[in-house]
């Protein structure tokens, strides 16, 4: 199968997010990036799905900090080939990123006829709308979404879509196809860091030279804040002893001790 | 913002979810703002029954075809476009569910109307529709504005109430004649949820762990606590994900809506998609080590703290205030 894995950058939200001073988009001096994590999950996948019915993965990229360890780290996982376009993602939106990404993927021979495309389902900042769906719309491909199981057979993809409640649903779709991957079948596997040095010396990463988008943004956005600090919880503070007396007797104010 | 307001209504196994009418709600605030008329669409080929309980919009349009049953997004999309030309509609509302995920990026994309994701209050003023939307898990929160109100926006379940938007009327319906193409992924059948040993929508006390909890071993902290409140863990999805607990344990989105008399969130962050599955406990109560995590703009309790040190430390203070 031609595996194609599109790898986003997102905030590590874990680190507090400041708002710069335009009110237009995030402080970037204290940033810490990460992989987006249903792009991590996509990634799971498609090597999975190499293991199982051979073929290659492709790991695509904007540029974006950190972007060249995540891509290495895939090629350490087992990715055959990564590909980094030199536009930069931050100050994209989606739906701009998409254009760059649907033109990366109309140069000839790109698509073949067991290809999976295979984007995060949804990312932190997405607010513009879905890479995959959008990626789909540009190349007139199938998409399924929230997708937490592939299976492959006879050009054709057997798909698990989450709904809510824990149901779920099968589809089935022709290749050549976009899914958004929610979940892998199995968490994202573990690799040492000595493998990815190991390819960081050994491997490299290709270069796609495309037209950056004539709209970076499709939004009016007005301004970005944090919310506000009205209707916080009421906090409780002291050391673990005191703050465990207290709990226990908000638990028994409701009645389950 | 003369055009029409649309709503795709939204239906699960025969049934309208309750985004429908938390949409249908919001537009109808809208539509008195505005002036604008309020419709819902409906697609599918069960439309007809389901139309009658749509009373809270000016009037219902159907496009009743079976290709449009359990229809992948772009399909759906296509129907949608077709009736937002129909109806001449500015604004689109559909929901920022897992059954609807896509469809308003493929309209967007073949309609040329900018899509606002993630979307939780939407004010008319002064000629101008703001939609304030959740970003980065919760941190961050984005106003956008929509020139002329044109756009489609895809809302949070749960931002607006399910009542507002029910109303024992009977609309006008029309029946809207499109061509609709066969879908590009077809469904094949609904694979059951799994019925694990214990059903969390049913506990009075949920002790809910998150990624904060660290390691699989640790969960069973929790189990402790939760044994001797009476009560059973849940957990978010990294938690599920990782394979600690079993899938009828996940609370959110994709998992379940809980609402328990006290949850504990421990080591939540409290993304949108974790915190529309607890936000109608009657006590929430959070444990994070870090101060700004967005679990406490909605939580009742909060504490800043590390979960692991304190779960013992209360599940021993429960239980000699059990003893007395
Ligand atoms: C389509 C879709 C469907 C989804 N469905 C669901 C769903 O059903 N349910 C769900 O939960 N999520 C769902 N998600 C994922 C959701 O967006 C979040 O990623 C998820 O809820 C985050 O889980 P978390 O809070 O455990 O992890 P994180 O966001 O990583 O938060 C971990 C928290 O633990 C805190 N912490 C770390 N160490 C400690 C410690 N020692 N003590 C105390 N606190 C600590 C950190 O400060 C942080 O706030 C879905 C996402 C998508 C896109």
């Keep these: 199968m031609n595996l194609y894995v599109l790898l986003k950058m997102v905030p590590d939200t874990v680190e507090e997010l400041n708002v710069s001073a335009d009110g237009q988009s995030l402080d970037s001096e204290f940033l810490r990036f990460k992989l987006s994590e249903p ?67 109309a140069a000839p021979g790109a698509i073949t006829p067991d290809t999976l495309l295979l984007p995060g389902s949804q990312a932190i900042d997405d607010l513009e709308g879905e890479l995959a769906p959008l990626l789909a719309a540009a190349l007139n491909l199938p998409y399924v979404g929230v997708v937490c199981g592939v299976q492959a057979a006879d050009g054709k993809a057997t798909i698990l879509k989450e709904f809510a409640g824990g149901l779920r649903a099968e589809f089935e779709v022709a290749l050549p196809a976009v899914l958004g991957i929610q979940s892998a079948e199995k968490p994202p596997r573990y690799v040492p860091v000595a493998k990815v040095r190991a390819a960081m010396k050994s491997a490299t990463i290709d270069t796609a030279e495309l037209a950056p988008p004539d709209r970076p943004v499709q939004l009016d956005i007005a301004r970005l804040y944090k919310p506000e600090a009205a209707g916080r919880a009421e906090m409780v503070e002291g050391a673990p002893a005191d703050v465990a007396d207290k709990l226990v007797d908000v638990l028994a104010k409701h009645s389950v001790v | 913002m003369a055009n029409p307001i649309l709503v795709l209504a939204e239906q699960v196994r025969g049934e309208l979810a309750d985004i429908t009418f938390e949409m249908l709600g919001a537009g109808r605030a809208l539509a008195i703002a505005s002036g604008a008329p309020l419709y819902a669409a409906l697609l599918g080929s069960e439309a007809a029954p389901l139309a009658a309980k749509l009373g809270a919009a000016d009037k219902v349009f159907t496009v009743e075809h079976p290709h449009l049953d359990l229809a992948p997004a772009g399909t759906v999309a296509a129907a949608l476009k077709g009736l937002v030309d129909h109806t001449q509609a500015g604004l689109v509302l559909l929901g920022c569910t897992n059954v609807s995920l896509g469809i308003g990026s493929m309209l967007a994309a ?79 059948r609904y ?134």
Excluded at chain 2, 283 to 302: E, L, Q, R
């Design chain 2, 110 to 188: 073949h309609s040329g109307l900018p899509l606002v994701n993630f979307c939780r209050a939407i004010t008319f003023q002064a000629g101008t529709l703001t939609c304030t939307s959740q970003l980065f898990g919760g941190k961050i929160l984005s106003d956008v504005k929509l020139a002329d109100g044109r756009g489609i926006v895809s809302v949070y379940p749960g931002a607006f109430p399910v009542d507002a938007g029910k109303h024992d009327g009977t609309p006008p319906v029309e029946k809207v004649d499109l061509a609709v193409e066969a879908p590009k992924a077809v469904f094949k």
């Design chain 1, 39 to 105: 792009d991590d999950h996509a990634l799971e996948q498609a090597l999975l799905l190499k293991e199982k019915h051979g073929g290659t993965v492709t790991v695509v990229a904007l540029d974006a900090p950190e972007v060249d360890d995540v891509l290495f780290t895939a090629l350490a996982k087992g990715g055959d080939r990564a590909v980094k376009i030199p536009i930069a993602q931050a100050g994209l939106g989606t739906a701009a990123s998409a254009g760059v990404l649907a033109a990366f993927f």
């Design chain 2, 191 to 324: 694979v059951e949820p799994e019925t694990g040993d214990v059903d969390i929508t049913k506990q009075d006390v949920l002790v809910g762990v998150g990624r904060g909890i660290q390691t699989q071993d640790n969960v069973q902290l929790a189990e402790d606590l939760a044994q001797i409140l009476g009560g059973a863990v849940c957990a978010s999805r990294p938690v599920i994900d990782q394979g600690w607990l079993p899938l009828s344990r996940q609370v959110g989105k994709s998992g379940m809506t809980v609402k328990p008399r006290v949850y504990l969130a421990l080591g939540i962050s409290g993304a949108p998609e974790h915190w529309e599955g607890m936000q109608n406990a009657q006590c929430i109560i959070a444990v994070n080590t870090d101060p700004k995590a967005p679990i406490f703009d909605g939580a009742h309790y909060g504490v800043v703290g590390d979960v692991l040190e304190l779960l013992p430390v209360l599940t021993e203070k429960i239980k000699a205030r059990k003893a007395t």
